[in-house]
């Protein structure tokens, strides 16, 4: 073996490893330019397929690709907005519009929303939603990535929805009118009946007076007139009390905060002459303010009292007391009696117009109040209801709106 051999073989190795090595790292390198081809295959058909509406733009607004999607809402085969201007497929305003987004878009690299107006083949217009971004900077010029969405069918619903608001409206105001011009009518015509049925219930008052005094030998009535008076005194209270009842549907309600306690002051002093000659021990306390009608609120509450101190009338001490119970949004206002109670089968008739829990004999009244009370706690939010046992006594309550924003 020469020298010149034995120098040169190790060289000769090197040289063949090295080139396995090259081969090595070229076969790595084609692998993962496959996978990046690969990747952005997969990229470009998750592009091109996607539900929405997508551009990807220059900063003139010229289309670099389009998505299936994106020509669908253009009404244009999307192969064919490649290389185009997006603007004149917009209205004029919208074309400004483009232009202000775009500049924006690539001066500050903010996402930017907008809505645009367009132009469709057929002559009709379309209202898109487009949202732009710009490229990831990855790429020597810079691009923009444009997202529309249809928004054409959720502006015609949104006007169908404030047309229809409209026409109920509408609707409503002839209710209301309507409505009113009954009521007025039935106003009238109750006011036309009650002054007739008094002025004829007064004349005949007087005849009866006059027979009376000629049918007197002994200076004692006859029995039947007695109770012919006695009709015509309780007809009369019965007109006074449909009067009532017909003032407190036409009273006008403005709801505002009143203090209870202020309510029941006034209503006690009204109550002095029904309290008179009685034993009535009446407690009551601290009651919150609300959000009701003032004048209602009384009236409630003295019908409220007025009832317990007829159902009491056999008791030889009456003992009242007022209760007030918090829930969610209201307050519970009762009223709590020892009288003769009712059977809770017959909670709901106290309420009814001429309702009545006991006969006129064990108990006075129209059968007009309690209706008067459930009207009004309706017309305020609430409502009214009662609840007994027979020869136990009653609660009747009526709910009350709270103040908005005033904590308990």
């Not at 009369?236 to 009390?241: D, H, Q, V």
């Not at 403005?254 to 407690?283: C, H, I, T, Y």
């Not at 007391?321 to 089968?345: H, K």
Request: overall charge neutral; aromatic content about 4%; hydrophobic content about 40%.
């Amino acid at each position: 073996m020469s020298h010149t051999d034995h120098v040169s073989r190790p060289d000769v190795l090197t040289s063949v490893a090295s080139a396995a090595q090259l081969q090595a790292e070229l076969q790595s390198l084609q692998g993962q330019l496959r996978a990046a081809e690969a990747t952005a295959q997969q990229a470009r058909r998750l592009f091109i397929h996607a539900p929405q509406g997508a551009f990807l733009l220059t900063s003139e607004g010229r289309v670099l690709e389009a998505n299936l999607q994106a020509g669908v809402v253009l009404g244009r085969p999307a192969h064919l907005l490649t290389g185009r201007r997006l603007g004149p497929l917009l209205s004029p305003a919208s074309q400004h519009t483009l232009t202000t987004l775009l500049k924006r878009v690539f001066d500050t690299a903010e996402r930017v929303e907008e809505e645009l107006l367009v132009l469709l083949p057929d002559g009709g217009t379309q209202s898109v939603l487009v949202a732009a971004s710009l490229s990831d900077g990855s790429e020597e010029t810079p691009w923009c990535h444009l997202v529309v969405t249809n928004v054409t069918p959720l502006k015609e619903g949104h006007l169908f929805l404030l047309n229809e608001t409209e026409r109920l409206e509408r609707q409503i105001q002839e209710h209301e009118v309507r409505n009113r011009r009954l009521d007025e009518e039935v106003h009238g015509v109750v006011s036309a009946t009650h002054t007739q049925l008094h002025l004829h219930l007064s004349r005949l008052q007087g005849y009866l007076k006059l027979h009376q005094k000629e049918m007197r030998p002994n200076g004692r009535p006859a029995p039947h007139l007695e109770t012919v008076q006695e009709v015509l005194g309780t007809t009369f209270g019965l007109l006074e009390a449909l009067d009532q009842y017909v003032q407190a549907r036409q009273l006008r309600l403005r709801l505002s905060p009143v203090d209870l306690n202020r309510v029941l002051a006034e209503v006690r002093k009204d109550l002095r002459g029904a309290l008179s000659g009685r034993e009535v021990q009446l407690s009551a306390p601290h009651l919150p303010t609300v959000l009701g009608d003032s004048k209602a609120l009384q009236i409630i509450l003295q019908e409220y009292l007025l009832n317990a101190l007829k159902f009491t009338r056999t008791r030889d001490v009456t003992r009242l007391q007022l209760r007030i119970e918090e829930v969610d949004g209201a307050y519970l206002l009762g009223v709590t009696d020892n009288g003769l109670g009712f059977n809770m089968r017959q909670k709901d008739k106290a309420f009814d117009l001429f309702g009545r829990l006991h006969p006129t004999a064990a108990c006075e009244g129209t059968g007009l109040g309690l209706a008067v009370v459930r009207r009004l706690a309706e017309r305020m939010g609430g409502r009214a209801w009662g609840e007994g046992k027979v020869n136990q006594g009653a609660t009747f309550w009526v709910s009350c709106l709270k103040v908005p924003g005033v904590l308990a």
